[in-house]
């Protein structure tokens, strides 16, 4: 049931930041490499200041007034050195019909890391509802002018 979740949120981040996965710079394994059975995780590659968007139930199911809080947590890579921090929460968020979009956190030590996406739906009456977005690899920011940069 988790991972079904997890496969609807990772297929709701990737409809809604299609613009940001079109330059995805993560390749996909050959069908032909993976068993029938296995569950596979798609991670997309994003830079930092990319706006994307989360679709998950405990938006759906959140009021108009409901704080929404979307915390990336660094996953933990072995030979990884640490960033001083564990977590991050992205700003500039705008809630609507079910889903937030926020814009990457322009933050050094986030290049090159894996980040799992976890949403926090907080309202006044209601319950506090969480869901998990999946991951997603913060990729280093490009220099403008630089080779391989684009602008």
Do not use: W
């Amino acid at each position: 049931m988790r991972i079904k979740r997890l496969l609807l949120c990772s297929l709701a981040v990737t409809v809604f930041a299609s613009p940001v996965l079109a330059q995805s710079k993560t390749a996909t394994p050959p069908s032909s490499s993976l068993p029938a059975d296995a569950d596979v995780e798609i991670v997309p590659s994003v830079d930092p200041g990319d706006q994307i968007g989360i679709a998950c139930n405990a938006l759906t199911k959140s009021n108009p007034d409901s704080d929404v809080r979307v915390v990336l947590t660094i996953s933990a890579v072995p030979g990884d050195e640490p960033a001083g921090y564990k977590r991050v929460l992205a700003t500039d968020a705008e809630v609507g019909h079910g889903a937030v979009r926020v814009r990457i956190p322009t933050v050094p030590e986030l290049e090159d890391r894996l980040v799992n996406v976890d949403v926090y739906v907080v309202g006044d009456k209601a319950k506090p509802q969480s869901c998990d977005a999946g991951h997603m690899k913060i990729v280093r920011q490009r220099v403008a002018g630089a080779p391989g940069s684009v602008g």
